[in-house]
Nanobody, 119 residues
Framework: QVQLVESGGGLVQDGGSLRLSCTAS????????MAWYRQAPGQEREFVAA????????SYADSMKDRFSISKNRAGNTIFLQMNTLKPEDTAVYYC????????????WGQGTQVTVSS
């Protein structure tokens, strides 16, 4: 099993910035990518960004790639999401996820961290 713990959420004003962190522990050798998703009230969960644990490849949702940046530490077990120029519509619970090497699916999820952007 892989455990994911997010941190860094909070309340920020329109136009502000936040940096989220997510650390993976446990059987981390069984994952090859980590990602951020978010879910706003009454909406479906949506993809934000992803990064491979080995190497530098990243991917972003088109609507967020100009304002958000995903990165990782050298060990590849902690990822970050730098969010700039935040808007009220970015308000959501942000979840960290990890992709299993064998299933090729994001099978592991954190509990989420709330991000609230006030207007």
């Amino acid at each position: 099993q892989v455990q994911l713990v997010e941190s860094g959420g909070g309340l920020v004003q329109d136009g502000g910035s936040l940096r989220l962190s997510c650390t993976a522990s446990g059987r981390t050798f069984s994952i090859n990518a980590m990602a951020w998703y978010r879910q706003a009230p009454g909406q479906e969960r949506e993809f934000v960004a992803a990064i491979v644990t080995a190497g530098a490849a990243t991917s972003y949702a088109d609507s967020m790639k100009d304002r958000f940046s995903i990165s990782k530490n050298r060990a590849g077990n902690t990822i970050f999401l730098q969010m700039n120029t935040l808007k009220p519509e970015d308000t959501a619970v942000y979840y960290c996820a990890a992709r299993d090497v064998r299933t090729k699916s994001y099978d592991y999820w954190g509990q989420g961290t709330q991000v609230t952007v006030s207007s």
